[in-house]
């Protein structure tokens, strides 16, 4: 690991000014988890993307912790920690689906310091981008290695050029519950919605996300919950201790009577965005969610592209999906 300059912010504008002066080989730093122990431990650099030389810290700018619930909604600070979410009776009561996803982050020690804008920026996992030997498209090569190699973990929906899988657990149950959240940057702040937050390889194949260089994440604004909300959230790993998702879905829906009225289906580890599966939210719109369930669910498989080794998580996903549907009827 090379040397870095560390600065420790005090205000969410000396943060913005400090990436402005160092440029694109700045990074902002929270608990540290993925960008120290990861990122610039691995080989998540090359041509495309520079080796990060100058940290910014921003967990010690102190109006970047915290919860708060109001008639609106909630408001989380982007240098709150995972424990704190998952801690909070207040999420628990209203969003559980958002407890539900932090809670199955990593583990305990992780969560002590991982920070819910670090776990939404992380970088994706994926073992070609993340190994010294693979010049892949994100680091500037001109190759997914994922093609033809190993790609038991890769995207199996949207991923065209890259077949990263969105890492985060947290963003799959916040694009679920409609969140937004608030951007800093030289021209000032402004809100964005987690809809047009992610984005895929088609649109810029070295990020996963609109945030530009010298921006940073704020906060993430959660609407309070229409009456009638049921929600969902489930994980299939690899094995029991702390793992990334093989497939997540988080559900947050109106249900009258048993009824879809309207809502969000989220899938996690099947695509490079957190994937909405609108196809699935068509399909159930007015319909009983027992007898809907089943044929909505499988709708997944056609927009589904596995590759050689990962059709296994189309299954998983299909059956996951009917499986939370039907838990928002029990
Ligand atoms: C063993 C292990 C298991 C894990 N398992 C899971 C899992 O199951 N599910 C899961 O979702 N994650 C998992 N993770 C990833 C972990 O959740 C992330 O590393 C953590 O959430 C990152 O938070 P951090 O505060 O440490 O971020 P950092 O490492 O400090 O930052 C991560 C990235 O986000 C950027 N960033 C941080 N804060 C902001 C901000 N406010 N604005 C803009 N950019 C920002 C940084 O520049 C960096 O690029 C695991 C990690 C480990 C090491």
Redesign the pocket.
Do not use: C
């Given at each position: 690991m090379k040397a870095f300059e560390l600065y420790d912010a005090t205000t969410v504008d000396q943060a913005v000014e400090l990436l402005q002066q160092h440029g694109p080989t700045s990074?902002?730093?929270?608990?540290?988890?993925?960008?120290?122990?990861?990122?610039m431990k691995d080989w998540v650099h090359g041509p495309g993307m520079p080796y990060p030389n100058v940290l910014i810290d921003?967990t010690t700018i102190p109006g970047m912790h915290g919860i708060t619930v109001g008639d609106s909604g909630l408001k989380i600070g982007?240098?709150t920690t995972?424990t704190d979410i998952v801690e909070s009776e207040e999420i628990r009561a209203t969003w559980p689906v958002l407890s539900d996803s932090a809670f199955?982050?990593?583990?305990p020690l992780?969560r002590n310091?991982?920070?819910l804008?670090?776990?939404l920026?992380?970088?994706p996992r994926c073992w070609f981008l993340r190994g010294e030997n693979f010049p892949c498209y994100k680091k500037g090569g001109d190759f997914c290695f994922a093609v033809t190699g190993d790609n038991t973990y890769n995207a199996v929906i949207g991923g065209e050029l890259c077949y990263i899988v969105h890492?985060?657990?947290?963003a799959t149950a916040l694009l679920a519950l409609n969140a937004k959240t608030t951007i800093a940057g030289p021209a000032g702040q402004r809100e964005v919605a987690f809809d047009d937050y992610f984005i895929g390889p088609r649109e810029d194949v070295l990020r996963e996300n609109i945030?530009q260089a010298n921006e940073?994440?704020?906060d993430v604004t959660v609407p309070t919950p229409a009456a009638n909300t049921k929600m969902a959230w489930t994980k299939l790993k690899d094995r029991q201790v702390?793992?990334?998702?093989l497939t997540s879905v988080a559900v947050v829906a109106t249900v009258d009577g048993g009824v879809w009225q309207e809502g969000r289906i989220v899938l996690g580890g099947v695509a490079p965005v957190p994937w909405r599966a609108t196809v699935v939210e068509e399909a159930l719109a007015g319909k009983d969610i027992r007898s809907a369930a089943k044929t909505a669910a499988a709708l997944i498989r056609g927009q589904a592209r596995p590759l050689s080794n990962n059709a296994y998580k189309v299954d998983i996903a299909i059956g996951l999906t009917e499986r939370m549907l039907l838990s928002l009827v029990a």
């Open positions: 990074k902002v730093l929270a608990g540290g988890s993925d960008l120290v122990t990861g990122v921003i982007a240098a995972l199955s982050v990593a583990s992780i310091f991982a920070t804008g670090g776990n920026n992380q970088r890492p985060s657990d947290t945030l940073l994440m704020v702390y793992d990334f998702a």
